[in-house]
Structure formats: structure tokens, C-alpha cells
């Protein structure tokens, strides 16, 4: 017996036969298809489960910068559809904005590159400027300073606060590279 349990065998029916050892042993055998059947049922579930969150953090990254830009009220900049364009490719590359080479990314010119980022320095000073005014008006607003800390940094933020509130005459300075790593970083920072 010991060499058959260690060959897998689980069930026995000994001799002579007993009529009521076979109901048993074929009401066990019974048990155990339904068991491994559900099992596998399960392990299906499971396995179609982890698919969909995949699949919906995918989507959620990408709605995630979304996010971020509306919040920011970028959205009606031209320059928003190239940062939306842009991010996926830093992290598909494994990139910050400066290591991508976008001319062979994208399949772009240089004209059509400083194009590009000419309307995305414009979006970006209007996230900047929009930013600025709503810490003017709720300097509490912690989400807001940390968001507006990664992307703009604190100083530029600051600097932009004074100009729209006419006690300086420059406003804070925007950088595309730091712009975009921030936001590729939140977006990073959502999947974990």
C-alpha cells in the first residue's frame, strides 16, 4: 500500500469486494472531480480577475494624466494631445522627456518637433498660471502644492503667485522635461 499512496494512488479496494467499500470509494473518486473541477472553475475566476485589473490599470494610467492635466484646466491647449502622446512613449521606452529622441519616436522633423514643444511650453504655462491661482486662493490645498511642487517646482510656482498678484513682473519659468518626468512620475507612482 505504501508504494502505491507514494505513486499517487488514493483509493483502494480490497479483496474480497464489498459492496458498500465500492459505493464509498466511488462517492470519494465522485468528491474529488467535483473538487478538482472547481478548483479549476476558481483558478479560472481568478486568473479572468487579474486580466481585467491589468487591463483596467492600464487604462487607469492613461486616464490618470488625463486626470491631472483637466485638473490643472490644460485641457483646452493644442499642447495637451502631444503631453498625452508623449508620456506613454517615455514609459514604453523607459525614458525621462530628455533621453527621448523624439524625431525617431514619433517620426518627426526638427521643425515639427519644436512645433510640438512650442504648444506644449504654451500648456504647460497655462497648468502653471491656473495652478498659481487656485494656491492664491487656497493656499491649504496641500494636493494642489505637492502636485504643483513635482511638476513646476516650488520656486516657479511661487515666482507665478507674485506675478499674478501684481508684486512681481516675471512669472514662475516652466521646463518641458520637468513637466513631463513629473507627470510620467505620478503616473509610475499610481501602478504600484
Do not use: C, W
Not at 483502494?12 to 467535483?34: G, Y
Amino acid at each position: 500500500h505504501a508504494k502505491a499512496y507514494q505513486a499517487g494512488i488514493e483509493f483502494f479496494i480490497n479483496k474480497p469486494i464489498n459492496l458498500i467499500e465500492v459505493k464509498a470509494v466511488l462517492e470519494k473518486v465522485e468528491q474529488s472531480l467535483k473538487m478538482a473541477s472547481q478548483l479549476s472553475s476558481i483558478s479560472q475566476m481568478i486568473n479572468n480577475f487579474n486580466q481585467q485589473a491589468a487591463s483596467s490599470v492600464k487604462v487607469s494610467q492613461a486616464d490618470q494624466a488625463n486626470a491631472t492635466l483637466k485638473y490643472l484646466g490644460m485641457t483646452s491647449e493644442k499642447g495637451t494631445a502631444d503631453i498625452l502622446q508623449i508620456v506613454p512613449l517615455m514609459k514604453s521606452n523607459g525614458a525621462n522627456y530628455r533621453n527621448l529622441d523624439l524625431t525617431s519616436v514619433m517620426g518627426l522633423d526638427e521643425h515639427e518637433k519644436k512645433v510640438i514643444e512650442q504648444r506644449i511650453r504654451r500648456a504647460i504655462k497655462v497648468g502653471l498660471a491656473n495652478t498659481a491661482n487656485r494656491l492664491i486662493d487656497n493656499p491649504y490645498d496641500d494636493q494642489l502644492s505637492n502636485l504643483a511642487n513635482s511638476l513646476f517646482g516650488y520656486e516657479n510656482v511661487h515666482s507665478e503667485m507674485l506675478f499674478q498678484q501684481r508684486k512681481r513682473k516675471s512669472g514662475g519659468r516652466i521646463t518641458i522635461q520637468r513637466f513631463l518626468d513629473g507627470l510620467a512620475d505620478l503616473n509610475s507612482s499610481t501602478e504600484n
